[in-house]
């Protein structure tokens, strides 16, 4: 009973100390790498650099683009679903 408990017990704490099969690129959201330059991603979403906002800016600026998508009618958006 107690080799059955600790054999148990390791294969339990093997199953939790392996490393995660699948994880997640951290630096990337939606298509946009962190780090990427200003001029960069206004040019990706098509907006002038000049319309960002400075959110904070010490000890690192944090700017910030407000960008919509562009008006589809239903039949460009019915490809989509």
Do not use: C
Not at 9 to 18: C, D, P, R
Not at 46 to 63: C, D, F, G, L, Y
Request: glycine content about 4%; charged content about 20%.
């Amino acid at each position: 009973m107690i080799s059955l408990r600790n054999g148990a017990i390791s294969v339990f704490g093997e199953a939790l100390s392996a490393p995660p099969t699948s994880s997640q690129d951290l630096s990337r959201y939606r298509g946009f790498q962190l780090g990427t330059s200003l001029p960069v991603v206004a040019k990706q979403l098509r907006v002038k650099s000049s319309e960002a906002k400075a959110i904070h800016e010490r000890p690192a600026v944090i700017q910030e683009l407000a960008w919509q998508a562009p008006f589809t009618d239903s039949s460009q958006r019915a490809e989509f679903r």
